[in-house]
C-alpha cells in the first residue's frame, strides 16, 4: 500500500445543514488532512454563502455533474442520500454518505446495486457511523471477535439519552415525518446503535418491537421503542430507546459465557468468569456455586476520533486503499433493522430477518399517502452550539 502525500482530494459536501456545515468546517480547519471542500450543494444559499471558498450549488445533481469534485459527502435528508448517492457513484466519484445509509432496505439494495455497478473499480464507498471510532465499543467487540468474551447470550441496551425537543423537530420541515424522514428516532438517531449491535453481535433472526408513534413529541413517527431480537446462536436482546425521556441512560450490558460487560458512563465494566459459565454449570457438583469472578476496568481513553476519523479514514481509504472503517454497504443492515422494528409495531408481529424489502416499502407508502399530519416548522432559535452537541454522542 503506498501513500500519496501530495495528492489532496477534492470533496463536494450535498447538505449544507447542521451536519454539512459541521464537515465542511472540520475540513476548512485543516482537522483533515490531503482533502478540501471545492464545492458546496444546498438550496438555501444563505447556507452555501458561508462557505465562499467553495464553488456553490443549488443542487446535489449540479454539484455531481460539474467535474469540480472527485468525491461527495451527502448530507442531506434521508430520502436524497440514495438518489444523490446513485447519481454521484454513477458518475465515477468516490461517495461518503450520512447515517442512515438510506430509509429503507429496498433503497438501500438500489444504492448498493449503483456501487456495484459503479464506472470505476476504485469507487469509494463509506458511511458515516463515528460511532464505530469509539473505543467503548471497539474493544468490547475486540473481545467477542477475538473470542475472549465466549459465546454471546443476552445483550440489554438501553439508550434513552437521545433526548430531543420540539423546537429540535420544528427546526426542519422534514423532521420525523414519513414522507421527509421515513421514521422517528430508529432512522434519525438509532443508526449508529443498531449499526454498533450488528456490527458487534451480527444481525438478528428476528424482532418484535413496540414503538410509539409521537407519543413524546408533536411528530407522527416513532419517539419511544423496546424491541425484543433474537440472534442466530439462541442469544436474546433488548433495544430500548426514546428521545423523550432525560437525563436517559446509556448502558449496554453483555452477558457471555466469560462474563458479563457493562459499558456505562464512560466505563467498561467486564467481569470476567474464570470458568466458563456452560462448562462451569455442566462440571461442577455443586448445586448453588458460581465461577469465581475477577473485576476488570477496561481502561478506555476518549471516545475517539468520531467523525474526523470518519472523514480522514474516508480520504487515506481513496488516496491510499486503506480499509474502510464503515464500508456504506454494511449501512443497510442498521436501516434493516430500524424497518423491521417499525414494520413489527405496525403488524403487531414479529418479523424476521431477512426482512422483506417490498413489503416494508408499500408499508412506508401508505404510512405517507394516508399521513393527515400538519408539521410545524418553528423559526430557528438554536445555536451553532446546540448542533455540536447533537453529534457528540
Ligand atoms: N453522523 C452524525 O452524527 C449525524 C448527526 C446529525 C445529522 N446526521 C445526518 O446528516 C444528514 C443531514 O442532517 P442535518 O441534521 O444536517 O439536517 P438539516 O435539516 O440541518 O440539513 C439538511 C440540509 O440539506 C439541504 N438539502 C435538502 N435536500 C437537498 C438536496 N437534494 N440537495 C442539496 N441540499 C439539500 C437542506 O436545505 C438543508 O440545508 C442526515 O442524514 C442526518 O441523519 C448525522
Known amino acids: 500500500m503506498s501513500t500519496s502525500p501530495s495528492k489532496i482530494l477534492r470533496i463536494g459536501v450535498v447538505g449544507i445543514g447542521n451536519m454539512g456545515s459541521s464537515h465542511v468546517t472540520t475540513i476548512n480547519d485543516g482537522k483533515v488532512t490531503r482533502c478540501q471542500v471545492t464545492a458546496v450543494a444546498d438550496g438555501d444559499a444563505e447556507r452555501t454563502g458561508r462557505f465562499p471558498k467553495a464553488k456553490a450549488f443549488k443542487t446535489g445533481k449540479e454539484l455531481v455533474e460539474s467535474g469540480e469534485v472527485d468525491a461527495v459527502i451527502i448530507a442531506t435528508p434521508h430520502f436524497d442520500h440514495t438518489t444523490l448517492g446513485t447519481a454521484a457513484l454513477a458518475a465515477g466519484l468516490h461517495v461518503l454518505v450520512e447515517k442512515p445509509l438510506s430509509v429503507h432496505k429496498a433503497d438501500c439494495e438500489r444504492l448498493i446495486a449503483a456501487y ?4 470505476k473499480k476504485e469507487q469509494i464507498f463509506g458511511a458515516m457511523f463515528n460511532q464505530r471510532t469509539d473505543p467503548h465499543y471497539a474493544k468490547v467487540r475486540e473481545l467477542i471477535v477475538n473470542g475472549e468474551l465466549g459465546e454471546v447470550r443476552r445483550v440489554n441496551w438501553i439508550v434513552t439519552d437521545w433526548f430531543r425537543t420540539e ?28 449499526d454498533l449491535i450488528q456490527w458487534m453481535f451480527g444481525m438478528p433472526t428476528s424482532v418484535r418491537a413496540f414503538c410509539q408513534f409521537g407519543k413524546w413529541h408533536d411528530i407522527e413517527t416513532e419517539d419511544a421503542v423496546t424491541a425484543y431480537l433474537e440472534f442466530p446462536n439462541g442469544a436474546t436482546g433488548v ?18 459465557e466469560r462474563g458479563r460487560i457493562v459499558i456505562q458512563n464512560g466505563k467498561v465494566q467486564w467481569t470476567r468468569n474464570t470458568v466458563a459459565m456452560t462448562e462451569f454449570s455442566k462440571t461442577t457438583d455443586s448445586s448453588f456455586g458460581r465461577p469465581d469472578v475477577w473485576n476488570i476496568d477496561i481502561p478506555i481513553d476518549g471516545s475517539g476520533g468520531q467523525h474526523i476519523a470518519i472523514l480522514q479514514n474516508f480520504v487515506d481509504a481513496v488516496l491510499d486503499g486503506v480499509p474502510l472503517i464503515a464500508p456504506a454497504v454494511e449501512g443497510m443492515n442498521s436501516v434493516e433493522i430500524a424497518n423491521a422494528c417499525i414494520y413489527s409495531s405496525l403488524t403487531n408481529a414479529t418479523v424476521q430477518f431477512p426482512l422483506d424489502g417490498a413489503k416494508y416499502e408499500q408499508a412506508l407508502q401508505k404510512l405517507i399517502a394516508e399521513s393527515k399530519f400538519v408539521k410545524k416548522v418553528a423559526k430557528r ?12 454522542k
Not at 433495544?239 to 457471555?256: H, Q, V
Not at 432559535?381 to 457528540?392: G, I, L, R
Open 381 to 392: 432559535t438554536a445555536s451553532a452550539d446546540d448542533f455540536a452537541k447533537s453529534h457528540q
Open 116 to 119: 456495484h455497478a459503479r464506472p
Open 167 to 194: 423546537a429540535y423537530y420544528g427546526s426542519s420541515g422534514w423532521r420525523a415525518t414519513w414522507k421527509g424522514e421515513g421514521g422517528g428516532v430508529l432512522v434519525n438517531q438509532c443508526p449508529h446503535n443498531l
Open 239 to 256: 433495544f430500548i430507546t426514546s428521545t423523550g425521556e432525560t437525563p436517559g441512560t446509556n448502558r449496554l450490558e453483555i452477558a457471555a
